[in-house]
């Protein structure tokens, strides 16, 4: 109102309380005077006004100008146009939130120098990797439902085998990819779960955990095929003569583009696994098609969703996400993360459980037959309880025991005991005992 408005200017312009040093002359813009040929156009031109102030010396008691001070009020006038109706319709696409606070957190704290960091790493690429894989679950809220179809997300950030978000198939080796990032439950996984990577006690079950093994694994394949994977080890997984335009794009792959590729898997023939998946489905000639075109068209998906996730929105164009994060897709990794030069398992694998007490299991194999074995690396799992690593062992070895502490009579135990290469390349064998 008037009376606000004048009761302001006294504040600042009248001679009290500090400002004792007589009052203020008031000047105003005579901004009554402008001409506007369109108030909506031309209202930029006059967003600021510059004036020159010039008063002859009496205006400030013959003082210089530089010895006192100016205060300046301003009111402003709105034009507000007439309301306008506007209906909204639902989009026509389905958009997603930007990236979870977990992915975030631990990749901005990967920068040039970090053991993780590689070129092209950003926060948006992990992002849309974890988007495209498991749309950011990773715990479920019920036990037993924790496939993708059935999965209803939790906010819980560490779960058993019961509640991760766990693959629709196992891979050829009988692991199964868990988590946000889906990495697979294998022992060299395992392995990479323990510090530095990971804090002590934590495992791939914890999504913190889960995150960073999954940004390692891609590190690796990055120093791995950043110069493109050579035709020879491609053909192993995609044979040129059967698949020549699928080949053609991923022999060109360099770079994070590579990485990517790796991640998933080189392999370019997923119809056979499409086809199991499809089984159950009402459409399945559309299931197998999305499925086939969400294996073999990774890359350029998860490009495509790192691009929406730095521009603040994710568009699903292509409604791949649902597709990628379902049991479809999930059950084409079929191809064995090894080459033509991969260790052969160990055999003839025994284990035997020991008298006394605290309870302990002998685990026993003969060498692996090749020539290239560096060490052996001994795990264990059951119903219920994640993996867990038993023991290192040198290539010369042929035993360990399980001395962990935590057997429990009555419960079925699993052992692998794994040939590893100096390239991290693995082969592997398992055996089965029931504790009594």
């Not at 040093?21 to 009554?32: F, M, R, T």
């Not at 491609?234 to 360099?254: G, M, S, T």
């Not at 370019?268 to 294996?295: F, L, M, Y």
């Not at 693995?426 to 029931?434: F, H, N, R, T």
Request: with cysteine; charged share 25%; proline share 5%.
């Amino acid at each position: 109102s008037k009376n606000n408005c004048e009761n302001e200017c006294d504040l600042l312009f009248s001679a009290s309380g500090d400002n004792l040093q007589g009052s203020y002359k008031g000047y105003a813009l005579d901004v009554g005077s402008l001409q506007f040929k369109d108030l909506n156009k031309d209202i930029d031109k006059h967003r600021s006004f510059q004036c020159r102030f010039d008063p002859s010396p009496n205006v400030l008691d013959n003082n210089p100008i530089t010895t006192r001070y100016f205060r300046v009020r301003a009111r402003y006038n709105y034009l507000l146009e007439n309301s306008v109706s506007v209906a909204v319709t639902e989009p026509l696409q389905p958009v997603l939130s930007t990236a979870p606070s977990d992915i975030t957190k631990l990749s901005t704290e990967i920068g040039p120098g970090h053991a993780l960091w590689f070129d092209g790493f950003s926060t948006d690429l992990i992002s849309a990797i974890s988007l495209v894989e498991t749309q950011w679950r990773h715990c479920c809220a019920e036990s037993g439902k924790n496939k993708a179809s059935s999965c209803k997300p939790s906010e819980d950030t560490s779960c058993g085998a019961d509640r991760i978000l766990t693959s629709y198939a196992a891979s050829k080796a009988g692991y199964y990819s868990i988590g946000m990032m889906q990495v697979q439950a294998n022992p060299a996984n395992q392995e990479l779960a323990k510090p530095p990577i990971c804090k002590p006690g934590q495992t791939i079950y914890d999504k913190e955990c889960n995150i960073l093994v999954g940004i390692k694994i891609l590190k690796d394949n990055y120093e791995k095929y950043k110069n493109g994977i050579s035709a020879k080890t491609l053909e192993q997984f995609c044979p040129q003569n059967q698949y020549p335009d699928r080949y053609a794009k991923y022999i060109k792959y360099r770079n994070d583009y590579a990485a990517i590729r790796a991640y998933n898997g080189w392999g370019c023939r997923p119809e056979a696994g499409c086809q199991k998946a499809c089984e159950n489905s009402k459409n399945p000639p559309a299931c197998i098609q999305n499925c086939v075109d969400g294996t073999v068209s990774y890359v350029e998906k998860v490009k495509d969703k790192a691009s929406g996730i730095k521009g603040g929105t994710i568009v699903d164009k292509s409604g791949i996400q649902g597709i990628l994060a379902s049991e479809d897709v999930q059950s084409v990794r079929d191809e064995a993360e090894a080459y033509y030069q991969k260790p052969s398992p160990p055999g003839n694998i025994q284990a035997k459980q020991n008298e006394g007490t605290p309870m302990t299991i002998t685990i026993s194999w003969t060498k692996s037959s090749s020539a290239n074995v560096a060490s052996y690396s001994v795990s264990r799992d059951s119903d219920g309880e994640p993996i867990r690593n038993v023991c290192d062992k040198t290539k010369e070895d042929v035993s360990c025991v399980d001395s962990t502490g935590d057997l429990i009579s009555g419960r079925k135990y699993r052992y692998f005991v794994t040939a590893y290469d100096n390239n991290g390349e693995y082969g592997e064998g398992a055996y089965e005992i029931l504790i009594v």
